[in-house]
């Protein structure tokens, strides 16, 4: 393993597994230099070797009693703690807030779930798709006359749950420097997807905005906001909302003259959105790259996760990282003074407990 760096250099978490969100929330803070203690069911294995990244791992029989012991020392010693649970379950093992902040009241507790610690669907299984879909976020995606497109899990696992999660954490420790005292983060996905619509909920009263399928200009509708398919089957995205963006994308492909006009009259847009279908038909993606990418028209190819990483601007920034042979994303943020590094997990969890002090 190599030597640990990043703004969290010795910050003391204890993980239990799971699936989606919450190993990356774990991931995150272990990136940024955290000692992250994976409790792992016996047996188990690493499913996904990036984002199960900079573990101490280690294998407990949560029904247990010494199983249990080793949970609530490790509880007492650690400054945070994950857990993806359904409501109850902690508690039923023993090792739920009002017992592990009894033992350690500096404990910042994290409950990363779908729905939520209460109300009608607490208890109810659900994955991303569900939790996204009462939120009003799954409704604006896809074309219209189509059913809604899940926009894989990244609105809800990762964007409404972890980086959430994170971030509560983040708040949590702040507030202990001030007041000494850890506390539960509830970090719901359906909480954090609704604060990822906090922008169309407040300009509801905007149709260019809308988030009826098929309408809205962030949606696809607008032809100056979308993806075209080129000559060789691939495609290139276009983002060109401001008039001299928009003028430069226009001036730059060769665009039909008509399209200067009226730009934004939500009228013209399939029209002029099969203009510049058939424009963007008649080279392929390399040509429209050498001709578009790098100016101010708001263009980008779209990628396929194999070729982004030999993208030259994702390489000049280190976006991937090759790590014992094999590819991983790089950590983010970045940090002038303390920057994160990529780290092999170890099967060390027990020694790592044992090594930790109480503060």
């Known amino acids: 393993m190599s030597e640990k760096s990043g703004p969290l250099a010795g910050l003391k978490v204890i993980e239990f597994s799971g699936i989606g969100p919450g190993p990356h929330v774990a991931m995150l803070l272990a990136d940024l230099g955290a000692d992250v203690v994976r409790i792992d069911r016996p047996g188990s294995g690493v499913s996904n070797p990036v984002v199960e990244r900079a573990r101490h791992r280690a294998e407990v029989d949560l029904?247990?009693?010494?199983?249990?012991?080793?949970?609530?020392d490790a509880a007492a010693?650690?400054?945070?703690?994950?857990?993806?649970?359904?409501?109850?379950?902690?508690?039923?093992l023993g090792l739920g807030p009002d017992e592990l902040l009894a033992l350690n009241p500096r404990l910042v507790y994290a409950r990363m779930t779908g729905w939520g610690q209460d109300g009608p669907l607490a208890h109810a299984a659900g994955h991303d798709i569900n939790y996204i879909a009462i939120t009003g976020a799954l409704?604006?995606?896809?074309?219209?006359g189509e059913t809604a497109t899940p926009p894989q899990n990244l609105v809800g696992d990762f964007g409404g749950g972890s980086m959430y999660c994170a971030f509560g954490i983040m708040a949590a420790l702040y507030e202990r420097s001030q007041s000494g005292k850890g506390q539960v983060v509830d970090a719901a996905i359906v909480d954090g997807a609704t604060s990822l619509m906090s922008f169309f909920f407040g300009v509801r009263d905007k149709p260019f905005l809308s988030t009826e399928r098929g309408k809205g200009?962030?949606?696809?509708?607008?032809?100056?906001?979308?993806?075209?398919?080129?000559?060789?089957?691939?495609?290139v995205s276009v983002g060109a909302i401001e008039p001299q963006f928009y003028a430069e994308l226009l001036a730059k492909s060769g665009a039909p003259a008509e399209l200067a006009q009226a730009q934004m009259n939500p009228a013209n847009w399939d029209d002029y959105a099969e203009q510049l279908a058939a424009l963007f038909k008649t080279r392929p993606q390399a040509e429209w790259v050498e001709l578009l990418e790098g100016s101010d028209a708001c263009f980008a190819p779209v990628l396929t996760l194999d070729e982004a990483r030999e993208h030259p601007h994702m390489k000049a920034r280190g976006a991937y990282v090759e790590h014992d042979g094999a590819w991983h994303t790089a950590p983010a943020p970045r940090f002038s003074r303390t920057p994160g590094s990529v780290r092999s997990s170890r099967n060390d969890g027990a020694e790592i407990v044992a090594g930790w002090s109480k503060d």
């Open 63 to 72: 029904k247990s009693d010494e199983g249990k012991a080793f949970c609530r």
């Open 139 to 144: 409704a604006a995606v896809g074309k219209a």
């Open 77 to 92: 010693k650690a400054d945070v703690l994950i857990e993806g649970f359904r409501p109850g379950v902690m508690e039923r």
């Open 217 to 235: 200009m962030l949606g696809g509708a607008a032809h100056f906001y979308r993806c075209f398919e080129c000559a060789d089957g691939k495609e």
